[in-house]
Nanobody
Framework: QVQLVESEGGLVQAGGSLRLSCAASGTIFSPNVMGWYRQAPGKQREFVAAITNHGSANYADSVKGRFTISRDNAKNTVNLQMNSLKPEDTAVYYC?????????WGQGTQVTVSS
């Protein structure tokens, strides 16, 4: 089992920045992928960004050039640096890790971007 705990989100003005962190604990093995998803009110959960333990990252088109994902394999943490935030980035952000055929999710953290 793997447990994921996200840092607290927050309220930020449009154009501002926010950094999310997620710490994984439990039985963790490589290879694995860690990433972020988000769910806005009334919408389905959507992919934001992911990174392998080798550092290969990919992003949703909507966040490319604004968000940066990174990880620290020694600490089993993944971060999401969010810059140039827009009101449409408002959502609950979830950390996720995939190990083999198993997916594990964090509890989610609210990010609100005001216009």
């Amino acid at each position: 089992q793997v447990q994921l705990v996200e840092s607290e989100g927050g309220l930020v003005q449009a154009g501002g920045s926010l950094r999310l962190s997620c710490a994984a604990s439990g039985t963790i093995f490589s290879p694995n992928v860690m990433g972020w998803y988000r769910q806005a009110p009334g919408k389905q959960r959507e992919f934001v960004a992911a990174i392998t333990n080798h550092g290969s990252a990919n992003y949703a088109d909507s966040v490319k050039g604004r968000f940066t994902i990174s990880r620290d394999n020694a600490k089993n943490t993944v971060n999401l640096q969010m810059n140039s935030l827009k009101p449409e980035d408002t959502a609950v952000y979830y950390c996720k890790t995939t190990q083999g055929r198993n997916d594990y999710w964090g509890q989610g953290t609210q990010v609100t971007v005001s216009s």
